[in-house]
C-alpha cells in the first residue's frame, strides 16, 4: 500500500514535464515512504561569488581557438545592443495603448451607480485578429483601472472557463487573495456566525468586499469571443443578480465587431449589459512604428538587409502573426550575427589589442567589401595604399576605425534623403519600402526621376506644401528615427528652399492680381486639346497653351529645384562600403530555419538519407540507393514513393522481405524481419503517410506524395 502511495506521488510530481523515461526497476531497493516535503519561506541566499562562465553562452570561434574575453564581449554587444531596441519597442508598445487606457478608465469613472441602472457597466475592446499582442494592453488595463478607479481586476481566458464553477473560483481567489509573495496566503471571508463560506461562493466575495470596498470588480474576458455562449450568458446574468450588492463590470476582448459578439448572446443576457465600444491601434501601424525604432534608427548598431525584414514582414502579413513573434525574430537575427560573426568584436570602442589575434586581421583582409576595396585602389593607381593595407596591421585598424565612422554617416544621409523624398506623397512607395529599396540598391536614378516627375507637375500649392514640410524635417529632425535637425550641415539647401518659397509666394499673388492661375508648362493645364474638321472629318491635336511671365519664372523655379534634387539625392546601398559585413546582416536562412518550421520536409528527408540524422556507415548510400542496413521505416519508404494509391500490404511485405531477407548477407529470419516490417509500417501510419483503406481489406491508402 505505501508503495502504491509512493509510485502515485511521483507521477503526479512528474505530470507537468513534457516527457520522461519510465523505468519500472528505478528505485526498486529505495526507500518505500517518500521523503515528507514542507513548505519552507524563501529566504534571500547569501552572495556568493558566481563564475565568471556561468552566463556565458556565445562559443569560442576560429576552430574554438578565440580568446575567451573576444567572446564574452561578443556576447555583451549582442545584450547591450538588443536591450537599446527592446527598450525602444516597449516603449512605442506602451505609448500605442494609452489613449484607449484612458478612454476605458474615463468610461468607467464616469459611470453613474450600479442599482441605479440595474445594468453591469461594459466596455468592448475592439482588438483586432491578433489576440496574442494584446497582452500588454490588458496587462496595462489592469495595473491602470487598480489605480486610478480603485478597483480589482480580475483577467480571464478561455482556458480558465471549463465551466461556471471553476470560473467562480478564480474570480473569487483573485479578488480574496492578499497582495503578497504568497499567493496560496488568501483572506478567507466568514460570516457573522463563523462559517467559511465556500470558494465558489459570491456571498464569499460580498463579505469580503464589505471590509474591503472596491468601486469595481472588473471582470476582463480578454478572448471573448473563445469562451462558450451559454457559459457567458450564465455568467453575465449571476452578475447581474448580484449587482445590488456586488459592483461588477466587465471588458471584453473582441477580435471581430460588437454586434457578431452580441449575436451569440441571449436578448435576455444582452438587456443586463450597458456600455461603449474602445478601438485599439492595429497591428499594422504598430508594426511600422517598430520598423522605425528598431531596423531603421539611425542609432541601430547592426542594419539588418532588404531581403530578411522583407521575409519578416510578409510573414507578418501572410499568417497574421503577432507583433511578440516579429519581435523575436528581429532579435534572433541579432543573436545570429553576433553569435557566429567573430569580427563583431570591432564594433566595441574598448576593444583592446591585446585581446586580438592575428586570426581577427586575417579574416577581415578576407572579406569580400576589403578585396574590393583593394582592387579598386589598384585601379585607381594607389599601389602603395593597397600594399600597406595588407602588409601593415595598424594601418589596417585606423581603415577599420574611419570606415565604421562612414558607415554612421551613410546611415543619417540615408534617412535624412528618405525624408525628403516621402515629404512630397507622390511616390507610391511608402518610408518602409523607400528604405529597404535604399538598403538593397541605394537611392538609384529611375526613383529620383520618378521623383522629380512628381515635384515638377505639382500645383503652387503642393510646392508650398512640400518645401515647407521639408524644412520643417531639416529643422527639427525626426524623433521616431533618431534624426536630429542638420540645419546647419545643409545650409545651402535651407537657403534654396526658403528662397524658392517665397517666390512662389510673391508669384502666386502677382498671378491673382492679373487674374491668372499660376502654373508651369509641365502641369496638365496647359495641354490643350485642338479639334479641326477636315473633308467633312474631325481631327484632335494637343497643342500648349500660352505661358504667362510669372508661369515662365514659376517653370524656372521648379527646373532649379529639380536640378538640385536630383545632385543631392543619389546615395549607395550598404554593399558598396567597405566591411559593410561588419555592421550589416541579411541572411535569411537562419531565421527561416527557425520561424517557419518546415516538419515534412524534414521527416522526408529524414526518410530518405537517415545517414544526414543517424551519421552512421551502415546508413550510408550512394543516390538514395536501398539497402538492407538501412532502418525499416527508410526502406519502407524508399518502397512507398515506387507505390500508387493504393498499396497491397502483401507486396509490400514480399518487396521488403526481398531486401532485408535470409538471402543476402547478414540478412534477418522471416521472424524477425516480420516484426520490423510491421513496426515500420505502424510508424509510417502515425506519421500520416498510410492509413487503413475502405476499398480492399488487405490493401493501405497512399496519403502523400514526396514534393507535394
Known amino acids: 500500500m505505501a508503495l502504491d502511495e509512493s509510485l502515485k506521488e511521483i507521477h503526479e510530481e512528474k505530470q507537468h514535464q513534457a516527457a520522461y523515461i519510465f523505468d519500472p526497476l528505478e528505485d526498486a531497493d529505495g526507500p518505500n515512504r517518500p521523503t515528507k516535503r514542507r513548505k519552507v519561506a524563501k529566504k534571500p541566499s547569501k552572495p556568493e561569488a558566481q563564475d565568471t562562465d556561468a552566463w556565458l553562452t556565445f562559443q569560442p570561434l576560429f576552430g574554438g581557438t578565440e580568446d575567451e574575453r573576444c567572446v564574452r564581449l561578443r556576447q555583451q554587444l549582442f545584450e547591450k545592443s538588443w536591450a537599446q531596441i527592446d527598450e525602444r519597442i516597449q516603449r512605442i508598445l506602451r505609448m500605442t495603448n494609452q489613449s484607449t487606457l484612458n478612454e476605458v478608465i474615463s468610461f468607467l469613472q464616469t459611470t453613474p451607480d450600479h442599482s441605479s441602472t440595474g445594468k453591469i457597466p461594459s466596455a468592448f475592446i475592439i482588438t483586432g485578429p491578433n489576440l496574442a499582442s494584446q497582452d500588454l494592453l490588458f496587462d496595462q488595463l489592469s495595473d491602470a483601472l487598480q489605480h486610478q478607479v480603485d478597483a ?35 483572506e478567507l471571508a466568514t460570516g457573522r456566525d ?32 473563445a469562451f462558450d455562449s451559454g457559459l457567458l450568458s450564465d455568467l453575465i446574468s449571476l452578475f447581474n443578480s448580484w449587482l445590488d450588492r456586488i459592483p461588477f463590470a466587465l471588458l471584453f476582448g473582441v477580435a471581430t465587431s460588437v454586434e457578431l459578439f452580441q449575436a451569440r448572446l441571449l436578448k435576455s443576457t444582452c438587456q443586463c449589459l450597458y456600455g461603449d465600444q474602445f478601438d485599439v491601434e492595429q497591428s499594422a501601424s504598430i508594426i511600422e512604428k517598430i520598423f522605425k525604432a528598431a531596423i531603421a534608427h ?9 531581403s530578411l525584414v522583407r521575409s519578416l514582414l510578409e510573414r507578418q502579413r501572410d499568417q497574421v502573426s503577432s507583433i511578440p513573434v516579429f519581435v523575436s525574430s528581429l532579435k534572433y537575427a541579432y543573436m545570429c550575427h553576433f553569435y557566429a560573426n567573430p569580427l563583431t568584436v570591432f564594433l566595441s570602442d574598448g ?36 600594399r600597406l593595407l595588407l602588409d601593415d596591421d595598424q594601418h589596417l585598424r585606423s581603415l577599420l576605425r574611419g570606415c565604421l565612422q562612414d558607415s554612421h554617416r ?61 524644412l520643417d524635417d531639416v529643422k527639427n529632425g525626426d524623433s521616431s528615427l533618431g534624426l536630429d535637425e542638420w540645419a546647419t550641415e545643409s545650409k545651402e539647401s535651407v537657403s534654396l528652399f526658403t528662397n524658392i518659397v517665397a517666390e512662389v509666394k510673391t508669384l502666386q499673388a502677382d498671378a491673382e492680381e492679373q487674374g491668372n ?191 507535394l
Not at 480580475?154 to 480574496?176: E, F, P, Y
Not at 467559511?196 to 474576458?221: G, V
Not at 586580438?356 to 577581415?364: D, M, N, P
Request: hydrophobic share 40%; net charge neutral; charged share 30%.
Open 152 to 186: 480589482k481586476v480580475v483577467r480571464l481566458r478561455s482556458g480558465d472557463a471549463s465551466n461556471l464553477k471553476a470560473v467562480l473560483k478564480k474570480i473569487i481567489h483573485d479578488v480574496t487573495a492578499r497582495e503578497t509573495d504568497d499567493e496560496n496566503d488568501l
Open 194 to 225: 463563523g462559517r467559511k463560506y465556500l470558494n465558489y461562493d459570491l456571498e464569499a466575495l460580498y463579505a469580503h468586499l464589505k471590509s474591503n470596498p472596491r468601486r469595481h470588480i472588473i471582470i476582463a474576458f480578454q478572448d471573448s469571443e
Open 298 to 306: 539611425s542609432e541601430v548598431p547592426l542594419r539588418l538587409g532588404s
Open 351 to 386: 576593444t583592446e589589442t591585446e585581446m586580438l589575434h592575428g586570426e581577427h586581421l586575417e579574416a577581415v583582409r578576407c572579406l569580400p567589401s576589403f578585396r574590393q576595396f583593394v582592387e579598386t585602389a589598384i585601379e585607381k593607381g594607389e599601389i602603395k595604399q593597397a
Open 410 to 470: 551613410w546611415s543619417l544621409n540615408v534617412l535624412r534623403k528618405l525624408k525628403i523624398l516621402t515629404a512630397s506623397k507622390n511616390l507610391s512607395a511608402d518610408f518602409t519600402g523607400l528604405y529597404l529599396d535604399a538598403i538593397s540598391r541605394g537611392i538609384d536614378i529611375d526613383q529620383i526621376t520618378e521623383f522629380t516627375e512628381s515635384i515638377k507637375r505639382m500645383q503652387p500649392s503642393e510646392t508650398e506644401s512640400f518645401l515647407n514640410q521639408v
Open 517 to 707: 492661375v499660376l502654373r508651369s508648362k509641365y502641369s496638365g493645364q496647359t495641354k490643350v486639346l485642338r479639334t479641326t474638321v477636315i473633308a467633312q472629318k474631325v481631327q484632335l491635336s494637343q497643342d500648349t497653351a500660352t505661358l504667362t511671365k510669372e508661369d515662365k519664372a514659376y517653370t524656372d523655379i521648379m527646373d532649379k529645384l529639380v536640378d538640385h534634387l536630383k545632385d543631392s539625392l543619389q546615395c549607395n546601398n550598404a554593399k558598396d562600403l567597405c566591411f559593410n559585413e561588419l555592421w550589416f546582416f541579411d541572411s535569411k536562412a537562419p531565421s527561416r530555419d527557425v520561424f517557419i518550421p518546415r516538419p515534412r520536409a524534414v521527416v522526408e528527408r529524414a526518410l530518405s538519407r537517415p545517414h544526414d540524422y543517424l551519421n552512421c556507415s551502415c546508413c550510408e548510400t550512394k543516390e538514395d540507393s536501398i539497402i538492407p542496413s538501412l532502418p525499416a521505416t527508410a526502406i519502407l519508404y524508399q518502397l512507398y514513393l515506387e507505390t500508387g494509391s493504393l498499396i497491397n500490404v502483401a507486396d509490400l511485405w514480399s518487396a521488403y522481405y526481398a531486401i532485408v531477407g535470409e538471402e543476402n548477407e547478414e540478412g534477418l529470419d522471416e521472424r524477425s524481419a516480420l516484426v520490423l516490417f510491421y513496426r515500420g509500417l505502424a510508424e509510417m501510419r502515425a506519421m500520416g503517410f498510410v492509413k487503413q483503406s475502405r476499398k480492399k481489406a488487405d490493401h493501405i491508402a497512399k496519403l502523400a506524395w514526396k514534393g
